[in-house]
């Protein structure tokens, strides 16, 4: 079946500090993962992906984990700013289509 | 960086009209995606297209929904009959290849109310 993402509803992180927002997922049988930031008002902005055959990948300033062993996946924000204020979801990328799920708020304190 | 453009940004239309949400995916690409979100749900797949046809469709995508590219550039969402229900935030999207190893990207949206 489907693949959702299980998310903590909000994170909040003082300026400067590493975040860590966290994903579940269900579906063994998933192999292509993606994040998306979502601000305001805006509409779903491709962060990073990940294949099933890798389990880090890095980005500039944010890091994805998978472990499959676990069916888990973690996005990473190094140094977070007010900028990377928004919702982030992961996603999973079907054959036709993205499965989004509710998402972590991440709120960045000045 | 080359980005899907949506038009209008907001529609506000009456009930049981019809509305038509026009979409400019990115120039390369070849699979286009409508999604909606309701406010404060999740973002939810309607339709894929490729090759001038519907490759997958979801439950909401009904009768009342229908897709076009009628042109080399634009990819449109008709919604023939608008209900109250279709009051929404509606993504397009598009991806070079398709399948489980190219990101989609996403326009901006536009937003749909119905009086």
């Known amino acids: 079946g489907e693949s959702v993402g299980l998310h903590l509803p909000t994170l909040s992180v003082q300026e400067g500090d590493n975040s860590i927002i966290n994903c579940a997922y269900s579906?063994?049988?998933?192999?292509?993962f993606i994040w998306y930031k979502q601000e305001s008002g805006k509409g779903p902005q491709f962060i990073i992906d990940?294949?099933?055959?890798?389990d880090k990948r890095q980005g500039q300033r944010v890091t994805v984990l998978l472990n499959k062993t676990v069916k888990h996946l973690s996005l990473q924000i190094a140094a977070t700013q007010p900028g990377d204020s928004a919702v982030y979801f992961c996603?999973?990328?079907?054959?036709?289509?993205?499965?989004f799920g509710t998402g972590t708020k991440l709120q960045v304190i000045p | 960086e080359p980005e899907v453009t949506q038009t209008p940004s907001h529609q506000v239309t009456q009930m049981g009209q019809e509305v038509i949400l026009r979409c400019v995916p990115i120039s390369n690409h070849l699979y286009f995606y409508w999604y909606r979100q309701i406010l404060g749900q999740k973002v939810e797949f309607l339709v894929s297209f490729y090759n001038n046809e519907i490759s997958e469709k979801s439950e909401i995508f009904d009768d009342q929904f229908s897709v076009e590219r009628p042109d080399g550039s634009n990819f449109t969402l008709k919604i023939r009959s608008t209900k109250l229900e279709d009051s929404a935030m509606y993504f397009c999207?598009?991806?070079?290849?398709?399948?489980?190893?190219?990101?989609?990207?996403f326009g901006d949206g536009t937003r749909l109310s119905i009086l």
């Open positions: 996603s999973f990328g079907g054959y036709q289509k993205v499965t």
């Open positions: 579906n063994s049988a998933s192999d292509y």
């Open positions: 999207a598009s991806s070079y290849l398709q399948g489980s190893n190219q990101p989609q990207h």
């Open positions: 990940i294949r099933s055959n890798m």
